[in-house]
C-alpha cells in the first residue's frame, strides 16, 4: 500500500531564507507527483508536477526534484517571502493509474516571518 | 472564468439528516473526484467518476453517495449513515481519465465546503 510522508509536519523560517521541504513516498511505482498549495480555509492549488521520467521542475522561484528509486522528493523554496506562507501537500498518483487517484501527504505547514 | 465551484462555502447537519455538497466544473473535464480533508491530517479519496454514468468508491465510501448524471456535475451527499461528518471537503477535477499518456494533467480543486455537525 502507497504512503506518502512529509516531514516536517510544520517549519517557520525567516524573510528570505531559502528552504526545502520533503516528501517520502513507499511504492516507488509512482506515474507522477504534485505539489499543491493551500491556503487556510481554501482549496488546494497545483504548483508542480513531475513526471516519472522526469529529475525536477522549475517554476518561478520553486523547484522541485524527484528521485523515484529511493521514494523522495523535495520542493526547494528560494528566498521565501510572507506570502509563502502556506501548507503545501505532495501527491503521487500510481504507475497503474487507477482512475487517476491521488495519494496525499499530510502536509508540511511553512510560516515566513517579515 | 473557467474553473471548479463548490457550495455552500459552510454547511450545518442535524442529526439523522442527509445533505448535498454541491460540486459543478466548466473545465471540459471528465474525472472528478471528492475528497475529505481532517484536521493536520493529509486528503482521503471519498468517491470518483472517470465519465458521466459511472462512478466509484475511494477509500472511505462508507455513509457518503455521489451521481454524475452530468459532465458538469458531481454532487456528493453525506448520509446519517456517516457518524462523523465534521470535515472540510474539497472536490477537484482533470481532463485525463485513461491510461497512460494522457495521465500528466494536473488536478484542479474547488474551494471547498465546510461541514459541522449542530
Known amino acids: 500500500k502507497q504512503e506518502v510522508t512529509q516531514i516536517p509536519a510544520a517549519l517557520s523560517v525567516p524573510e528570505g531564507e531559502n528552504l526545502v521541504l520533503n516528501c517520502s513516498f513507499t511504492?516507488?511505482?509512482?506515474?507522477?507527483l504534485q505539489w499543491f498549495r493551500q491556503d487556510p480555509g481554501k482549496g488546494l492549488t497545483s504548483l508542480l508536477l513531475?513526471?516519472?521520467?522526469?529529475r525536477e521542475q522549475t517554476s518561478g522561484r520553486l523547484n522541485a526534484s524527484l528521485d523515484k528509486s529511493s521514494g523522495r522528493s523535495t520542493l526547494y523554496i528560494a528566498a521565501s517571502q510572507p506570502g509563502d506562507s502556506a501548507t503545501y501537500l505532495c501527491?503521487?498518483?500510481?504507475?497503474?493509474?487507477?482512475?487517476?487517484?491521488?495519494?496525499f501527504g499530510q502536509g508540511t505547514e511553512l510560516s515566513v516571518k517579515p | 472564468d473557467g474553473g471548479i465551484t463548490q457550495s455552500p462555502k459552510y454547511l450545518f447537519r442535524k442529526e439523522g439528516q442527509n445533505v448535498t455538497l454541491s460540486c459543478e466544473q466548466n473545465?471540459?473535464?471528465?474525472?472528478m473526484y471528492w475528497y475529505r480533508q481532517d484536521p493536520g491530517q493529509g486528503l482521503r479519496l471519498i468517491y470518483y467518476?472517470?465519465?458521466?454514468?459511472d462512478f466509484q468508491k475511494g477509500d472511505i465510501a462508507e455513509g457518503y453517495s455521489v451521481s454524475r448524471e452530468k459532465k458538469e456535475s458531481f454532487p456528493l451527499t453525506v448520509t446519517s449513515a456517516q457518524k462523523n461528518p465534521t470535515a472540510f471537503y474539497l472536490c477537484?477535477?482533470?481532463?485525463?481519465?485513461w491510461g497512460p499518456g494522457m495521465a500528466n494533467e494536473k488536478l484542479f480543486f474547488g474551494s471547498g465546503t465546510q461541514l459541522s455537525v449542530l
Open positions: 477537484a477535477s482533470t481532463s485525463d481519465a
Open positions: 511504492d516507488s511505482a509512482i506515474y507522477n
Open positions: 513531475i513526471q516519472s521520467s522526469q
Open positions: 501527491a503521487v498518483r500510481r504507475e497503474d493509474n487507477q482512475g487517476g487517484k491521488l495519494i
Open positions: 473545465l471540459n473535464h471528465d474525472a
Open positions: 467518476s472517470q465519465i458521466v454514468n
